[in-house]
């Protein structure tokens, strides 16, 4: 137990529904609570089931958002900042950092450590929205990203003058996500046959993960491929509805196991041969970290984040993904190779064990809080 005096950090978050930034979330305040830090989260619009993992589930509390704009909410985040006695508020992205900086008079009643996950959305490239994305980040003690690849983004796009961005690779917890023993009864406890060759998808239902691209990729290759398997494990998001149709009817349904959000990842992950992360855009995916920590290679976009993390054909595969017949392509290649498959599986996991720990993850956000909180 650290000596140091307390710390005590608020996360403002729209929720803590299952999802990445959301699991980042969970995990440093697993690692530091009550280790001389005192987490709570004040969520904008709705709880979430991943407020159930947080370490003290009671510190969890909803702002009352609705719609777009909300004065109310914005003095509930104060009302509940004082409340807390919180020394350090701590946004996640553009939207709860206009919430957070709106509840501390621009940070000057409280310092702001701001994350930031991925690159920014084309939706946010409009003049407006970097304007916003300027200002704002101006008003943070600091702005964090997790790697460099999102800290090149920013600074290309002008939204880093001060030169304070700072890299927080996110983390995996190797004793949890750990290699299968027998891959073909971890195949066979999901339902699957032990001899299928399973490529899987982790994450939520929304188009910048581009399932749809992964269906027909899926299709093209079922044909040649009749052990084939797609596993499709996560839930929720704006594509949720279309993405179900999409898989119940596609041509080899019945060789597609959605298994929607799941608890217990490392089950799912031991049943891969192979994780697809054709991701238009990504910061650093916990997905991609879990999956290698199970000694499972990863196909990848070669998109933000990915090939900091990836050695093309060494600890996984990469590829600048543009279709379908690239995907179908990128897929059957390794598939065809079954040694180099090992290889990359067991040179993926020394990678998570070198350089992407929980405690490294866990360190950086000790010396953002307490440089914030002037400790």
């Known amino acids: 137990m650290s000596t140091s005096p307390t710390v005590r950090v608020l996360h403002v978050l729209d929720s803590l529904a299952p999802g990445g930034l959301e699991n980042g979330v969970v995990n440093v305040a697993q690692r530091l609570n009550g280790q001389g830090f005192d987490i709570h989260s004040a969520c904008l619009r709705f709880r979430g089931d991943f407020a159930e993992r947080m370490p003290e589930p009671d510190k969890v509390v909803v702002m009352g958002k ?79 990203v997790v790697s460099s690849s999102v800290r090149d983004n920013l600074q290309e796009l002008g939204l880093d003058p001060q030169k304070k961005i700072v890299v927080t690779p996110n983390g995996v917890d190797s004793e949890r996500f750990s290699p299968a023993r027998d891959r073909a009864l971890a195949k066979q406890d999901l339902g699957l046959p032990g001899n299928a060759i399973v490529v899987g998808i982790v994450g939520r239902l929304v188009a910048l993960k581009r399932h749809e691209m992964l269906f027909a990729a899926f299709e ?114 390794p598939l065809k190779d079954p040694a180099l498959l090992a290889r990359c599986g067991s040179g993926a996991r020394e990678t998570v ?23």
């Open 66 to 144: 609705t719609g777009g704009f909300s004065l109310k909410a914005v003095l509930a985040l104060r009302k509940h900042i004082l409340k807390t006695q919180a020394e350090v508020i701590h946004s996640h992205n553009l939207g709860t950092l206009i919430y957070a900086a709106l509840a501390t008079l621009g940070g000057l009643t409280h310092p702001i450590v701001h994350g930031e996950h991925g690159q920014v959305q084309k939706q946010d490239l409009t003049p407006k929205r970097l304007a916003q994305r300027r200002w704002f980040f101006k008003l943070c003690h600091s702005v964090h």
């Open 220 to 333: 093209k290759l079922a044909v040649q491929w009749p052990s084939l398997r797609l596993l499709v494990v996560g839930d929720g998001g704006a594509d949720r509805e279309r993405l179900i149709e999409a898989m119940k009817g596609h041509r080899y349904a019945d060789r597609i196991l959605w298994a929607g959000h799941q608890n217990d990842l490392p089950k799912y992950y031991r049943a891969m041969d192979l994780l697809a992360a054709p991701s238009e855009i990504e910061g650093l995916s916990n997905a991609v970290l879990e999956a290698m920590a199970c000694a499972v290679p990863v196909l990848a976009h070669s998109a933000c984040g990915n090939a900091e993390v990836i050695e093309d054909g060494l600890t996984g595969f990469l590829s600048d993904i543009q279709n379908a017949d690239m995907l179908a392509d990128c897929i059957e290649a």
């Open 353 to 375: 064990l070198k350089r992407y720990s929980m405690e490294a993850m866990a360190e950086c956000y000790r010396r953002l809080y307490r440089d914030a909180a002037g400790r």
